[in-house]
Structure formats: structure tokens, C-alpha cells
């Protein structure tokens, strides 16, 4: 379900559902409760059935949440403020549903049930509106959970579900998908656990334990408790030894911390009260009542109840073999029968068990009366019979206990299950008052009391003797003993609309207060005295002077009026107080509603999904073919408008972008993105170009990220249509990425090569490591198998690693030491450490190619999608010879021949592992095998010449120094091994000798030097010299070529200028002594050095 589509409690005030409009209904007595009848949810003689009643706030508004079976025949999630413009329907924020909502159990500002998508069945959860609906949790991926027995322990709710994998289990939620967890793991390895749970038997709640009763395999069905932990969630007591049952039932707190009593067989003393503390020494039965049969007999203890009376005691019904089944007490100390209501052997059978205040009631039979309400304050004296004025076997049923004291129940009289209330004396046993021309019968729910003291039931329903099938009442309080009704006041108002556009009039437009009741009377309707020149209309019925217009009619936007012009129309306020004893109900002033027409700018409106899921790398697309799609609507159809996307966790990838802007700046915001995998993006564009880029736009979560993520979109219309400025609309779409097993990643090298005979290590060290990688395996075991071809692996290590296991993933194989295949299992780490300096031996005297297969296998340890495997294969060509990488060295611009004794230098096979002695040749140069004896270019530029016999002449690039290299391969005219030459062009750097004072030159105060000036000056390069015996010149000046030959400043304010020889002229600033600085660049052609040359002036 979508936002645009919310009920009136989310965001639009009117709801898209329209009931049939029914006519209010005076209540005739306010002195006494009345039933009124809500809302005709499923039209015509067919029953909606309202079921699964919970009280519940929906904003601020109080009511009823409950299912109900819509005119489709689904049964359906509604809610109900008691009028019949507020019930409405409850959808899901994606997808279908909820339907058949069941045990709806309210947490604070939530209901959680469980409910159906048409698919399966899961844990739902609602906050009365269509956007806060969906699925908390897909507990069986694979098909239904079934969740049941949900109750509430400290604000947890906690429930039965069955994942597929572990059976029915005991699981708690707080909400969230995260938050929902297993906490038992009863009957281990039993996949369905049908037997696990009784269906009929609920979680109880006891102070801070929930007990319940389970089957472990073992010891039988057995008393079980929790606190919410899977290690504290333990059997009590093995009541009936061995792998008998006692089949505990009936859980009942006593008011006393956690502890309880129930029902249980023993095996020999029969089906019998017991209590417990939640330890197995508390754990005892507390009589053996019925002390028949040898003691085997059951009394069959039930309809437990604690009340406070007497100091407090646990009321219950059970047969002790003598006085038949009676009412029963357990004081914590003895049990003890408390009347035998059917004397003597016969049976009362007390059922339907209601506190009400300090008072019980409950239904019992006695020969004379047959079944009818009882009462009792915990004696014997004190338990009698209410009444028998309304009728022989009245039959008390779905009893629910009234404020301060007194009963609801259901009773047979006349047509059979009527409403009644007691307030346990026979004169107020009475039935409630039903409007005139109805009729309520067959009571179906133990009325529900909301917050605000109205009581909600359902029961087969007659008007003016129409069947209109199983609907929604409620129980209208007394209106009291504050006299006649006063008259309610209406307000002067003004209303503006849109010139020719339906408006939808609400409640508060009328201004209706009722200041003269205390306490107030609620708003019941509007009376239209003069009619305005435009269109008033009530369900597109034209409304006349002297109608009367309900509030829950109002409430569902039907009363709307239509016009061009300024207009108006005058109205009176009615109470729902009645007119009884000279009431008034009405407002004696007629008010009067002033409609300006003028043009207001309308908030644009989002479409958008509350609630999504999908699975771990992979795309979310929002479209209209997916059934979740996002889209806009303003009222400016044409105009330009604004978007703001945001994605948390992932990306946004628009379907498109034409029509749309980024490129822009103002009040509103700049534009940002491109609409292409980003993050945030910020546009503009017409509705249609809009929604046309939205149709389609994907989400792409984070790699491997799983967890929550959103997107959220914010409309901004730019305030285009009327006044009222820019108006914005902001919606957040929450997407839970559900993890997904990730595949495990081989990492294997290329292809290798080895001697005949000679062993082959797989190491880091060697840069040839094999190793495996899985980004969400953790500690977990993964599982390798090791396949050699033409020899043995071994492994380095076998530390950490398992060879002996079987399942449906494989079976343990060798133990890591000369295996020509091998299984084993172990966390990456210890893999990995295995691997490296794994060894590979060839067969004895093989040459030829030969291999190692890696299959890793990630036994399915993270996210959903089974077990994953990756499968790598590396060649090992196993040869006779081998041609190794080799080096050699030579001065720039110096010929490197080889072989050659005065350079000591080698042929290129000198290089060559030849164990057997063959006869080889260089066959190709970096892969030609053409151009052997010619000369050849080199990666850097030199020329290279080679011949068959593994000489070779090597001419460096001119004036160049650094490293060159080439590729040869050896042949023995069968089989072929490649490797790489790398030629060492080598240079000395120039170097500088700056003297032991760190200066070479000094001046006296204004005198200037000229250099070379022989003897006794030399010039800059006296002092430098190059190893290579190279030319030494200068080629810069303070760091600039276009120094040279230039009269420059010196550091201190000096004249320098020096020449490319090393000769200069320096001339010291006037009137002055020190240390004065210039640098100077030497080169020999190829590397160079920058040196600071100091110049000490004295006086």
C-alpha cells in the first residue's frame, strides 16, 4: 500500500473507502449503557465477522484494531474509532495483505500479528496505518512460519514459529528483522518438530518467565521455561519420568514473581493440581484431588483464574470423584473445594471465569436453573447465583469484566446470545438497550474495552428485521445522572478552496464544543439551514435546507461542496446527548461557513512503499511492473518541480533522464548527481518527465552489504500553483537487504614451470602463492580439495584442518602429504597457511604438462543461497631443461658483448638448468623466432643482437643509463622455457668536493673575484669529478638554465655570473662581510647534482 492511498489516520485525511452512509441513531437512554451499531463492513446479509479485538491508539485517536472479511470474502486487518466513517480498512505498505490477521496483540505504539500475503504466513506488524503494515520478519524463506501463542513480556513480544530448518521453536521480537531471533533449540536435528508444541496449550507469562510446554525427544512433553535467552530457556521438570509425558496445561500466574500453577499427570496419581517457582525442586504437585482409582484418578483441574480476595488464591473448577466437577481453591498452601454448586455426584462445571473488581463471576449449571451467572468473593458463603429473573439456562458466555465492577456477557433469552450486564445483584442483571428497529444477537467476541471507555464487540445484526450478517458494535457508556442535556455551540468559520474543485469538509470545520455538559457530548451531526449558490453535495446526493449530515459521514469526505465564486451556507451543531427530559441536542445559533474561492498552492503528493526487501548484491527496481513504484503528483501538471533522492548504504540509477535538469541554483537547492549511481541526487522536470525517470529507478546497495538501507525522496513543487509559497512532501522508503552467501575466491598463479624430478613450492615468497578468500565465511569452516595430475601435492601445515567428515558437501580425502587428491576442512586462516609452501612433485622421470586443481567450497556458512564453490586450475609444465631470469651490467654507452672473460660476463644458456646435458639453442627473442643473428631494438632503445649459441652484443641507447631488458627462449627442438634478461645500464652521479671549511672561495670587502685565474683561483669544476671519467658541464644557475652567463644575485645581495665551463665573476655587496650563497647544477650528460657554492667576504 501506498502513502497517497493511507488512511485517514496517516497521511490523507480522507479515506479512499466509502461505507454506505448510514443515518445516526438517538440513543433513547443515556442513564444507561447502549449499544450502537458502527459499521456495516461487509454490505448486504453476508457477515464481515469481526474477530481478534485489540485495543489500540492509532495518533491520537482511541478504538479497536480487528480482522474483519471484506466484501472480496478475505478476512482483513481493520480499525475502528467507533463511527463508520472511522473504520477502515488496513493495507500492507507493499505488496498483498495482511490477510486472516490473527492473535493481534498491541506493544505500545504497535500490533503485532500473524498474518498472510497470499503466499505464506509470518509475523506482521501495523501502526494503523497502511505505511506502518508489513511483514517484521520472512522467518521460513521457503515457506510458512506459522507464528501462534504471541504474548508480551516486558515489551518484547514473544511467539511460536517454525524457520524450516529447526521445527516450531520459541522466538521473541522487538520489531525489527534483526530483532526477531530463535531463543530455544528444543528436540535438536528434528527438522519438522510437529510434536514440539501444543497448539492448544499458550506461552504463559509469570512475573519475568514465560512457561510453556515442549517436547525434547527425550523426556516427553514437559513443563519448559525462558527468561528470552537460548540459555535460559530450559526444561523445569521431567514430571513424568523417562519418555512419558505429563502434558502440563493451564499455566496460571499466582501473583507471586514467577511462579504458577497448572495441570499435570505424573504418571501415577493422574491429572492433578501442581504449582512451581520455575526451579525443579519448586516444581510439585499440590494434591492429589481426586484419590480414586488407587490414587490414579484425574481430577482434571481447569479454568484457572488468580483473584485477590481472601489474601489472594487461584479460583479453578476440578472433580475430586465425589461431588462431580465443582468450584475449587488453592490458597498456596491446601487446595480445597469451595461450594459444591450441583450437589452431592452431580456436575457445575464452572466455565467463563471473570474478575471484575473484588468480585468473580463465572457460569455454573444447577438442576433447577440449568446454567446461569454466578458470583463468588473467594467463600463458600459468599459464592451464590446473580439471577434467574431473565430466563431458565441463560448460559453466560464471552463475559468480559466492566470499569470498578459488573460484568458484560453474553446471554440466551429470546433470540439467543444477547448483550446483558450484570453488576452482580438480580435487579442490575439487564439486557443492554438496543436502538429502535435493531436487533443484536449471537455474540461472537468477549467484548474489548478501548482507552477511552467504550466497549467494541460483534454479533449478528437485524434492521427493521433485515439480516446484515456478523458486524462491528460498541457498548455506548452511560451518559450519568448530570440532568437534561444542554445545547452544543457551533463556530463561525471560513474555508478556502480551490475555484471548481471538490472540497471535502472535516469535523473541525464546524467548530462544534459542547461547554454546557460535563462531560461533554460528542459531536453526532451537522444541520444544514441555508443551502450555498454553489453545490453541496453528501456522496454526490445534493443536500437541501433541513438535512441533517452525520460526523462519521463527514469523516469519511462525504459532505463536499463545488463553486467558482466566494460563497456560503449556514449550519447547527448537534450532540449525541439526546433530548430526554426536556433535553436540547441541538445548537439554537445558526452558524454560518464562509467559502473564499481563491487559488492555494496543493502540497505535492509521493507515492511510495514503507517497507521493501531484497537480497545482498543485487538491484531494487521501483516500477509499476514490480507493483512498488515511486512516483509524484502536484497539482502544477505542467510546471517544473523538484526531487531530492537519497539513498543510504547503496546507489540510485534513474531509468532515465530526459526532460530533467541538474544544473541549477536557488532558494530551493542546487542540483546535484547525474542520475547515474549516486548516492544523493537533486533534480528538476516536469510530473511526467519525472515520474517517467522514477518508473524504473534501481537501488543498488553497497557490495556485500547486508542490513538496513532506505531511500528517501522529497517533493518540492516550487510553489508553481497559488499562493501558500513552495510546499514539500518527504517519504522514506526502508529496504532491509537480506544477506546472501558469497562465493569463496581462489587465488592461483599463472603457469608455472619445473625441472624433471624436481619439486615445485606454491609460497609467497616465491611469488606463487595459492590461497583461498571468502568475504563472509568469519571463523567458519571452509572446504578445499587439492587434485594433482602427473605427481603429488603436500601441504605445509596440517594445523587447524579436519580430513574426516562426510555430508552432503563432500567427504574427507587423504591427510595433506603426497596425495594426488586431498579433502580437507578448515577456517581460512589455517587454509591459507596450509596452502603456502604447498608442494607439488612431479611423477618420477615425467616430462610434459601437468596440473593442480583448487576447489574451495564455502559449505553455505553465510546468508542464503546454499553452498558456493570457486574451481581454479594451474598448469605446471614439467621440462627437461629450464631457462631462468638472469641479469647483467654494462656502463652507459659502453657495448656489452657475451661471452666475454674481460667483462665476466656469460652466454645466455650458462643461464639454463640442463641437468641431462642437452643439446639447446636460443630459438626467439621476446618471442620472434625470426630475428636470431639480427640485431633487434629493446624495450628502452638499445640494440640488441643474439645468436643460437646464447652470445649476444648489447649497444645501451646513447647517453642513457638505467635498466633495458628482453625476453629468449631455449629449445631443445621438442620442448621450449622462456625467461627474462635484465641489462644493468649503470652511470656515476658527478660529485663536488666542498673543502673542509665548507667554502672554496673568499674576498676581502669589496673586492670581486674572477675565476680561473691561475694559480691561485680555479674555476667551479676544479672541484668536481665523475667516476665514469665523463665531461663534466653547468647546466643551471639557482635552479634556472637561463642563469648561465648572466650577472644574477646572490643570496646576500651579491653579482654572480657564471659560465658552462665553470668559469664566473662574482662581485660582493658593497660595504659588506659574511657568507655569501649561489647555487650551481653539474651534469654529465646524464645524471646531475645541485650544489651550494659559498663565498666568504672579510674585511
Same mark, same amino acid.
Given at each position: 500500500m501506498f502513502n497517497h492511498t493511507q488512511n485517514k489516520y496517516g497521511k490523507s485525511r480522507c479515506s479512499s473507502v466509502r461505507y454506505t452512509r448510514l443515518s445516526f441513531e438517538v440513543l433513547e437512554d443515556r442513564l444507561a449503557p447502549a449499544l450502537v451499531f458502527v459499521s456495516d463492513i461487509r454490505q448486504g446479509q453476508n457477515s464481515s465477522t469481526p474477530l481478534y479485538l485489540a485495543p489500540f491508539r492509532v495518533g491520537n485517536t482511541d478504538g479497536v484494531m480487528f480482522s474483519a472479511v471484506t466484501g472480496g470474502g478475505d478476512r482483513r486487518l481493520h480499525f475502528s474509532d467507533g463511527t463508520n466513517g472511522g473504520t477502515i480498512q488496513i493495507r500492507a505498505n507493499a505488496g498483498v495483505g495482511p490477510l486472516n490477521a490473527?492473535?493481534?496483540?498491541?506493544?505500545?505504539?504497535?500490533?503485532?500479528?500473524?498474518?498472510?500475503?497470499?503466499?505464506?504466513?509470518?509475523?506482521?506488524?501495523?501502526?494503523?496505518?497502511?505505511?506502518?503494515?508489513?511483514?517484521?520478519? %520472512?522467518?521460513?524463506?521457503?515457506?510458512?512460519?506459522?507464528?501462534?501463542?504471541?504474548?508480551?513480556?516486558?515489551?518484547?513480544?514473544y511467539f511460536i514459529a517454525n524457520d524450516g530448518t529447526n521445527g516450531r521453536q520459541v522466538w521473541k521480537s522487538d520489531g525489527t528483522a534483526n530483532g526477531t531471533v530463535r531463543i530455544s533449540d528444543i528436540n535438536p536435528g528434528v527438522g519438522a518438530n510437529k510434536g514440539l508444541f501444543d497448539l492448544l496449550t499458550p506461552l504463559a507469562v509469570a512475573g519475568n518467565t514465560i512457561y510453556f510446554k515442549a517436547n525434547d525427544g527425550t523426556n516427553g512433553t514437559e513443563l519448559w521455561k525462558t527468561t528470552g535467552t537460548m540459555a535460559s530457556t530450559v526444561m523445569v521438570k521431567n514430571i513424568n519420568n523417562g519418555a512419558n509425558s505429563s502434558d502440563p496445561y493451564?499455566?496460571?500466574?499466582?501473583?507471586?514473581?514467577?511462579?504458577?500453577?497448572?495441570?499435570? %499427570?505424573?504418571?501415577?496419581?493422574?491429572?492433578?493440581?501442581?504449582?512451581?517457582?520455575?526451579?525443579? @525442586?519448586?516444581?510439585?504437585?499440590?494434591?492429589?484431588?481426586?484419590?480414586?482409582?488407587?490414587?490414579?484418578?484425574?481430577?482434571?483441574?481447569?479454568n484457572f483464574i488468580y483473584v485477590p480476595m481472601q489474601g489472594g488464591m487461584v479460583i479453578f473448577s476440578a472433580n475430586d470423584g465425589t461431588n462431580g466437577t465443582e468450584l475449587w481453591k488453592y490458597d498456596g498452601t491446601n487446595a480445597s473445594l469451595l461450594k459444591d454448586i450441583n450437589p452431592n455426584a452431580g456436575s457445575s462445571s464452572p466455565s467463563q471465569m471473570t474478575l471484575s473488581g473484588n468480585t468473580l463471576f463465572f457460569n455454573a449449571f444447577a438442576p433447577n436453573t440449568g446454567n446461569q451467572l454466578y458470583k463468588s468473593d473467594g467463600t463458600a458463603a459468599g459464592t451464590v447465583l446473580v439471577s434467574t429473573n431473565q430466563a431458565a439456562n441463560m448460559n453466560p458466555r464471552y463475559m468480559a469484566a466492566k470499569p470498578g465492577s459488573g460484568v458484560y456477557f453474553s446471554g440466551t433469552v429470546q433470540l439467543g446470545g444477547e448483550l446483558y450486564t450484570s453488576d452482580g445483584t438480580a435487579g442490575g442483571t439487564v439486557a443492554v438497550a438496543v436502538p429502535a428497529g435493531w436487533a443484536l444477537d449471537t455474540i461472537q467476541v468477549v467484548p474489548v474495552l478501548a482507552a477511552n471507555g467504550t466497549f467494541f464487540l460483534s454479533g449478528r445484526t437485524h434492521r427493521n428485521q433485515a439480516a446484515l450478517g456478523v458486524e462491528l458494535w460498541k457498548i455506548a457508556p452511560p451518559r450519568g445522572a448530570q440532568g437534561p442535556n444542554q445545547a452544543p455551540a457551533g463556530t463561525n468559520t471560513n474555508v478556502t478552496i480551490q475555484p471548481a474543485m471538490p472540497y471535502s469538509f472535516n469535523v473541525g470545520d464546524f467548530g462544534f464544543t459542547d461547554p454546557s455538559d460535563t462531560p461533554p457530548?460528542?459531536?453526532?451531526?451537522?444541520?444544514?439551514?441555508?443551502?450555498?449558490?454553489?453545490?453541496?453535495?453528501?456522496?454526490?446526493?445534493?443536500?437541501? @435546507?433541513?438535512?441533517?449530515?452525520?460526523?462519521?459521514?463527514?469523516? @469519511?469526505?462525504?459532505?463536499?461542496?463545488?463553486?467558482? #465564486?466566494?460563497?456560503?451556507?449556514?449550519? #447547527?451543531? #448537534?450532540?449525541?446527548?439526546?433530548?430526554?427530559?426536556?433535553?436540547?441536542?441541538?445548537?439554537?445559533?445558526?452558524?454560518?461557513?464562509?467559502?473564499?474561492?481563491?487559488?492555494?498552492?496543493?502540497?505535492?503528493?509521493?507515492t511510495a512503499p514503507w517497507a521493501l526487501s531484497m537480497n545482498e548484491?543485487?538491484?531494487?527496481?521501483?516500477?509499476?511492473?514490480?507493483?512498488?513504484?515511486?512516483?509524484?503528483?502536484?497539482?502544477?501538471?505542467?510546471?517544473?518541480?523538484?526531487?531530492?533522492?537519497?539513498?543510504?548504504?547503496?546507489?540510485?540509477?534513474?531509468?532515465?533522464?530526459?526532460?530533467?535538469?541538474?544544473?541549477?541554483?536557488?532558494?530551493?537547492?542546487?542540483?546535484?548527481?547525474?542520475?547515474?549511481?549516486?548516492?544523493?541526487?537533486r533534480f528538476r522536470g516536469s510530473m511526467s518527465n519525472i515520474n517517467a525517470a522514477l518508473n524504473g529507478l534501481a537501488f543498488t546497495p553497497t557490495p556485500n552489504y547486508n542490513g538496513g538501507a532506505s531511500v528517501e525522496i522529497v517533493t518540492n513543487d516550487l510553489g508553481n500553483t497559488g499562493s501558500g509559497g513552495a510546499l514539500t512532501d518527504t517519504d522514506t522508503v526502508s529496504i532491509t537487504v537480506d544477506a546472501v552467501n558469497d562465493a569463496p575466491v581462489n587465488t592461483v598463479p599463472a603457469s608455472q614451470y619445473t625441472l624433471e624430478d624436481a619439486s615445485l613450492d606454491f609460497s609467497a615468497g616465491n611469488g606463487n602463492a595459492i590461497s583461498i578468500g571468502d568475504l563472509d565465511a568469519g571463523n567458519e569452516d571452509l572446504q578445499v580439495t587439492l587434485t594433482a595430475t602427473h605427481g603429488t601435492v603436500t601441504l605445509s601445515s596440517t594445523t587447524g584442518l579436519s580430513f574426516s567428515f562426510s555430508d552432503s558437501n563432500g567427504t574427507g580425502a587423504g591427510d595433506g602429504t603426497a596425495d594426488t587428491t586431498m579433502t580437507f576442512r578448515g577456517t581460512v586462516s589455517a587454509i591459507n597457511a596450509a596452502l603456502n609452501g604447498l608442494t607439488f612433485i612431479p611423477t618420477s622421470n615425467y616430462v610434459g604438462d601437468a596440473t593442480v586443481e583448487l576447489v574451495s567450497n564455502d559449505l553455505g556458512n553465510s546468508g542464503s543461497g546454499g553452498a558456493l564453490a570457486d574451481d581454479d586450475t594451474v598448469t605446471i609444465h614439467v621440462v627437461n631443461f629450464l631457462a631462468n631470469d638472469a641479469s647483467y651490467s654494462t656502463k652507459h654507452d659502453v657495448t656489452l658483448?657475451?661471452?666475454?672473460?674481460?667483462?665476466?660476463?656469460?652466454?645466455?644458456?650458462?643461464?639454463?638448468?640442463?641437468? #641431462?646435458s642437452l643439446s639447446l639453442a636460443v630459438g626467439a627473442i621476446d618471442g620472434d623466432d625470426t630475428i636470431i643473428g639480427d640485431p633487434v631494438t629493446t624495450a628502452m632503445g638499445g640494440t640488441l643482437t643474439v645468436e643460437s649459441d646464447g652470445s649476444f652484443v648489447y649497444d645501451p641507447p646513447a647517453n642513457w643509463a638505467g635498466d633495458d631488458w628482453f625476453a629468449y627462449t631455449v629449445s631443445d627442438g621438442t620442448y621450449f622455457s622462456t625467461a627474462t634478461i635484465i641489462l644493468h645500464v649503470t652511470n656515476s652521479t658527478p660529485t663536488f668536493d666542498e673543502g673542509l671549511m665548507g667554502y672554496r672561495y673568499s674576498t676581502t670587502m669589496n673586492q670581486s673575484i674572477t675565476a680561473p685565474n691561475e694559480p691561485w683561483t680555479f674555476g667551479l669544476l676544479h672541484y668536481a669529478d665523475d667516476d665514469d671519467g665523463d665531461t663534466l658541464t653547468i647546466t643551471a644557475v639557482n635552479g634556472d638554465p637561463d642563469n648561465l652567463d648572466q650577472a644574477i644575485s646572490t643570496s646576500e645581495g651579491g653579482t654572480i655570473t657564471v659560465s658552462a665551463d665553470g668559469s664566473f665573476d662574482y662581485t660582493p655587496p658593497t660595504d659588506w662581510t659574511g657568507d655569501d650563497e649561489f647555487d650551481i647544477t653539474i651534469s654529465d650528460g646524464i645524471t646531475s647534482i645541485t650544489v651550494t657554492i659559498v663565498i666568504r667576504v672579510t674585511s
Open positions: 490473527r492473535e493481534l496483540t498491541p506493544i505500545g505504539t504497535t500490533v503485532f500479528f500473524f498474518g498472510s500475503n497470499g503466499v505464506e504466513t509470518e509475523l506482521w506488524k501495523t501502526n494503523g496505518t497502511d505505511q506502518g503494515t508489513g511483514v517484521v520478519k %520472512d522467518i521460513n524463506p521457503n515457506g510458512s512460519s506459522d507464528p501462534m501463542s504471541l504474548v508480551v513480556m516486558n515489551n518484547v513480544l493451564g499455566f496460571t500466574a499466582t501473583g507471586l514473581g514467577a511462579s504458577i500453577v497448572f495441570a499435570a %499427570d505424573d504418571g501415577t496419581t493422574g491429572v492433578e493440581l501442581w504449582k512451581s517457582d520455575g526451579t525443579t @525442586a519448586g516444581t510439585v504437585r499440590v494434591a492429589d484431588i481426586n484419590g480414586g482409582n488407587n490414587g490414579a484418578a484425574s481430577s482434571n483441574p481447569n457530548d460528542n459531536f453526532q451531526a451537522v444541520k444544514i439551514t441555508t443551502v450555498p449558490a454553489g453545490t453541496l453535495d453528501l456522496f454526490g446526493q445534493t443536500v437541501n @435546507a433541513g438535512d441533517f449530515v452525520s460526523v462519521s459521514d463527514i469523516n @469519511a469526505c462525504g459532505l463536499t461542496f463545488t463553486g467558482t #465564486q466566494n460563497d456560503s451556507f449556514t449550519f #447547527q451543531v #448537534q450532540d449525541d446527548g439526546g433530548t430526554d427530559n426536556s433535553g436540547v441536542d441541538l445548537d439554537a445559533t445558526a452558524r454560518t461557513m464562509t467559502i473564499s474561492a481563491s487559488s492555494v498552492n496543493t502540497a505535492p503528493i509521493n548484491d543485487t538491484t531494487l527496481v521501483f516500477s509499476s511492473a514490480n507493483a512498488y513504484e515511486i512516483a509524484v503528483s502536484d497539482d502544477s501538471v505542467s510546471a517544473s518541480i523538484q526531487v531530492a533522492l537519497a539513498a543510504t548504504n547503496g546507489t540510485l540509477t534513474l531509468s532515465g533522464t530526459s526532460g530533467l535538469s541538474f544544473s541549477f541554483s536557488d532558494a530551493n537547492g542546487s542540483g546535484t548527481g547525474d542520475g547515474t549511481n549516486d548516492s544523493t541526487m658483448t657475451a661471452p666475454n672473460m674481460m667483462q665476466m660476463t656469460n652466454g645466455l644458456l650458462y643461464y639454463v638448468s640442463n641437468p #641431462q
